[in-house]
């Protein structure tokens, strides 16, 4: 079983930033794009950011583009990091940490799938 374990939320106001960590235990992911969702009240869950292990490759929501970075710990490995720069009120939301081999497919908006692993969320509050 794989446990993802999010830290790093918390309230910032417009302008601040924020750095987000995920941790996946129990299983080795190496094979395993990660990435990061999130979901404001009222929403539906969206694509944030994903970073596959081989080649590094990494894919960004148009919405966060130029804000958001996503990184992982090629020392400590399944560690995922999303610094979060310029954040104004539309990024409040809970993030979700998730892992799934086919997660790079969910930055088209119209993908549907079932992701194969999320963790518990963290909140992110952002105030004007």
């Known amino acids: 079983q794989v446990q993802l374990v999010e830290s790093g939320g918390g309230l910032v106001q417009a302008g601040g930033s924020l750095r987000l960590s995920c941790a996946a235990s129990?299983?080795?992911?190496?094979?395993?794009?990660m990435g990061w969702f999130r979901q404001a009240p009222g929403k539906e869950r969206e694509f944030v950011a994903a970073?596959?292990?081989?080649?590094?490759?990494?894919?960004y929501a148009d919405s966060v583009k130029g804000r958001f970075t996503i990184s992982r710990d090629d020392n400590a490995k399944n560690t995922v990091y999303l610094q979060m720069n310029s954040l104004t009120p539309e990024d409040t939301a809970v993030y979700y940490c998730?892992?799934?081999?086919?997660?790079?497919?969910?930055?088209?908006?119209?993908?549907?799938?079932?992701?194969?692993?999320w963790g518990q969320g963290t909140q992110v509050t952002v105030s004007s």
């Open positions: 129990g299983r080795t992911l190496s094979t395993y794009p």
């Open positions: 970073i596959r292990w081989s080649g590094g490759n990494i894919y």
């Open positions: 998730a892992a799934d081999p086919n997660l790079t497919l969910y930055r088209n908006p119209t993908f549907r799938g079932t992701v194969d692993y």
